[in-house]
């Protein structure tokens, strides 16, 4: 089996993609999601107001100045500061994954799904030639995704609106005179720091093939078995990092393997992690690296720090048997709701004091998560909720909040609907994270110069670049992750927890994980890098488990090998695969099957033996059962 890592991702908004080669004689990848934050290289509006989108020739002829500025820059070799004019100002194109292009779309078998982001890119995998692969995701991040593409569509549209139609023979900026004219800066997005990743960019994908693509999906539910062509059983667990996130389990005849993908061990808002089904499995493949730094390094930067009580780096050389386990649980789950609470407070009393002092907040986050958590803690700060404790009536409910005309959902910011009942101060949660789509931009023009007004700019976002075109800028930003805080010792923790036998972790945690504690010794530890590909070891031969129909164990005629320890029988059977186990069944006779039904429609059949006579044969032969 082999692991090639096509890119490691950048948080939460850009998962990892990876391609795991020759499971059961099948490849699957895993995720595929699109990197939205490449888009920081655009403009979304013209540097000055003198340019006015009336047609192409107005557009062309404003990007012409823009590029000859540029060049005269170059040519006199001035290093100035990255301005707004050094934006590529043009129609909006995608950066997909690195390499995932490279690969023949018709030799993937299966793809899993993580999260809403890791789908973002699937309608470009399913309209190539050739596709055919099953796609597994969970039905909540189906439905969230599925909104969150349409909605990028009708984005797309209103930008392309302002740039004019497309140009024939692909984009101008795409040439590479004219990438010699970007700035460093601008240019290592666009190209790579190889200068192997323009090929990844792709105009964006219609409505039509997002339906083709949802059309091609299996949703499941968390929990929920799903068997690929008889080899493979798939199941999603909750990671806790998001509505309908999930780490993946995949079992098959020879071995059992986890993908854990970006996992929160509690969370306020989504399903905790769910990691009790993930215990002994052959291979964990970890492709999240987003941790803080370790305690002992916080500590060496201020020598006056002392650790807090809950921290769990006294657990880190406990061991994992039965003693343990509720140490190790009650660990897992003890800081990150705590952490996760309080940088909701600090975020919720930032916008209580913004819009007390006349400004406005724009909050432009797509995590449906937290976009409800926001919902709920604001209010309770804007104003007293002490009577409804009193009367009877519920603290908050969103229903209430929008009988009261406190909360409005507008489909569009130019509805006439919004232009009746809009009032400053107002906080706004709007698309696109990026701040070059959407509703976000306009916003932004309208408070850019107000220094009472905060703009909420979540963590994986480079606000150099992404705050250029509505410079200058007088209102305050606040970056954050909204991911709980992760620390390393956590993590120590969750592998003796889960106790893998082959545990493959990106290179990037090879000097932030020590794995020299003799409690963490009983598993081999394996690296991956980007663009590599890596060989993962066989299964050790003689691991198969076979299942016996009890018509043919009834016919078992024991003979000695010689040894008195050995004994062996002759079966005449069809052997066949089923549900990840390999089960032999009699050829012409008849065995008792009792079928299996899943919402009215037969799928499958158990055998059903007779425990009494299949234990009255074994008895002779000294082999005690029980029935289960």
Known sequence: ?????????????????????????????????????????????????????????????????????????????????????????????????????????????????????????????????????????????????????????????????????????????????????????????????????????????????????????????????????????????????????????????????????????????????????????????????????????????????????????????????????????????????????????????????????????????????ILLQLLEMIPVLLESLAADMFSGEPMFSHVDFVNKRKLHVFSAIHSPELLTTWQEPCIIFAPHWSLRLGPVVHLLRRWSGDENSLLILEDGVDPDIALLPFKPLEMKVLQCSFLPERRLPKVDCMLKLLQPKILVLPDDLKEKLDFSNPSLDSFSVLYYTEGETLSLPSSPEGTLDLEIASVLAERFAWQNLGRQDVMYTRLEGELVMEQGKFRLLPGNHKCRFTPIKKQGNEIGCRLVPDNTRLSNHFRPKVIHGSKE
């Open 1 to 369: 089996m082999k692991l090639t890592c096509l890119s490691s991702g950048s948080g939460y908004q850009f998962p990892p993609c990876h391609i795991l080669e020759d499971v059961c004689g099948f490849r699957i990848l895993l995720d595929c999601p699109l990197d939205l934050s490449a888009l920081s290289v655009f403009s979304p509006v013209p540097p000055d107001n003198d340019f006015v989108s009336d047609g192409k020739a107005s557009y062309n002829s404003a990007r012409d100045c823009f590029a000859k500025e540029q060049e005269i820059q170059k040519r006199q070799k001035i290093e100035t500061p990255l301005h707004a004019k050094d934006l590529i100002h043009d129609e909006l194109w995608y950066k997909t994954v690195k390499n995932l292009h490279l690969w023949d779309p018709s030799s993937i078998d299966v793809v899993l799904i993580s999260s809403v982001m890791g789908m973002l890119g699937l309608p470009f995998l399913t309209r190539a030639e050739g596709f055919s692969a099953k796609i597994y995701v969970t039905d909540a991040a189906a439905r969230l995704a599925r909104l969150m593409m349409e909605d990028l569509i009708a984005m797309n549209m209103e930008y392309q609106y302002f740039y004019g139609p497309r140009e024939s023979g692909g984009p101008h900026w795409m040439r590479w005179e004219e990438l010699e004219l970007l700035r460093p800066e601008l240019k290592k997005v666009v190209v790579g720091k190889d200068g192997t990743e323009l090929g990844g960019w792709l105009p964006l994908y219609s409505s039509a093939d997002v339906m083709d693509c949802m059309r091609k999906v299996q949703t499941l539910k968390y929990a929920e078995t799903a068997c690929y062509n008889g080899t493979l059983v798939l199941q999603p667990f909750s990671s806790g990092s998001e509505i309908g996130s999930c780490n993946w389990t995949i079992d098959g005849p020879k071995r059992n393997i986890t993908w854990l993908s970006c996992s929160i061990f509690a969370s306020a808002h989504a399903m905790n992690f769910d990691y009790g089904a993930l215990r002994g499995r052959d291979l964990v493949l970890y492709s999240d690296k987003q941790f803080l730094p370790l305690m002992d390094e916080v500590q060496s930067n201020d020598a006056s720090s002392t650790i807090p009580s809950n921290d769990l780096s006294s657990l880190r050389c406990c061991s994992a048997d039965k003693d343990d386990w509720k140490k190790l649980t009650e660990s897992l789950l003890s800081t990150d709701e705590i952490l996760e609470k309080e940088k909701m407070d600090f975020i919720c009393s930032c916008i209580l004091q913004s819009v007390q002092a006349g400004g406005s907040v724009v909050i432009p986050c797509n995590r449906l998560g």
